[in-house]
């Protein structure tokens, strides 16, 4: 990783970690890009505890991560800072009985900040959106956040530069644990499932899923080819009704099973991890087919294909021509509605399965 002139270095004194705590407040696939930190940070300094802070949201992240040790749990449904100020109040106190020697902070934002200076962690270091003197003051060791510059996962582990290391990005570090994959074993026998392709087709962010009919077509070639299609999503009704949408246009609904809506997170990634290829939107299932090293064609929207396509595994992206991508907005003008996906037609989605079917065999 190439450094960017940090004006100022932790100054260890010699002193090895032994207690590290990382933070990442967002959703399920930000707080998988922290993962690939977290194994860095066991390979820097054998013996070191890890503790994640994150939303409760989110715990089936850190809980499955092989290196993460412990985890605290912070609210994510509070929209407001005082509200946020408030169910926080306690968190201080557990974070200093932790003694941690270090503490990272990648959520780019006043919460992680003023947690960590309340928690009297002393060598803290994190991103900083605004370049403010109180934020100045709660992050003495601030890192540029570069975003669309280069993937995410890059860009948390330069923050490992504030300590004067350079380390080659491991993989996404995730594993669903060994009820979960039993349950997917289970699922698959009692269904007589063998050779399949996992869809999931939409997002907590619905302006990134691409259109009903055109997902439908493709479900329509990949059965015509042989294939069994899994369809899954999130239990929200939004996405249940998409997914209604995508079957009611298939031509093909006989080699499709639907478990949209049904399925924990590490079942998914647990299923994801045994199909022959993962076709979606941009979204956390998306990272997980990274972490389970499933091949993956993605549709991209609005977000930065450079900060979020699939770390480290074959894929290939897609994305209609428009000339404000990535404009990182819910849709064009925040309509909901995204040109960069309604502008995509099906057969480069086709044509980007096959090929990577082909050199995936």
Known sequence: MPGYGLKTRIDLKGIIPRRILVCKFGRLGDVLMMTPFCKALKDLFPGVSITALVYASTKEIVANCPWVDDYILADGQSRSFMNKLRKDFNLPLKIRRGRFDLYFDFSNGERGAYLGFLSGIKRRVGFTKNDTPLLRYLIPYPVPRRAGMCHEVVNYLEQLEA?????????????????SLDAAEDILQSLAIEDFVLIHPTSFWMFKAWEEDKNALVIDHLVRLGFKVVLSAGPDGRELAYIDGIISRLSSPQGVINLAGKL??????????????????????????????????????????????????????????????????????????????????????????DELMETSA
């Open 163 to 179: 300590l004067g290391f350079q380390v080659q990005a491991p993989p996404l570090q995730w594993r669903p644990d060994q009820e």
């Open 264 to 353: 924990t997170l590490t079942v998914l990634g647990a299923l994801i991890g045994k199909a022959r290829l993962f076709f979606g939107a941009d979204s956390a299932p998306m990272h997980l087919a990274a972490a389970m090293g499933t091949p993956t064609v993605a549709v991209f929207g609005p977000s930065s294909e450079v900060s979020w396509h699939p770390w480290m595994v074959k894929h290939r992206l897609l994305i209609g021509p428009c000339p404000e991508h990535p404009c990182h907005r819910a849709g064009c003008n925040d309509s909901g509605i995204s040109r960069c996906l309604t502008s995509l037609p099906v057969e480069p989605v086709l044509q980007a399965i």
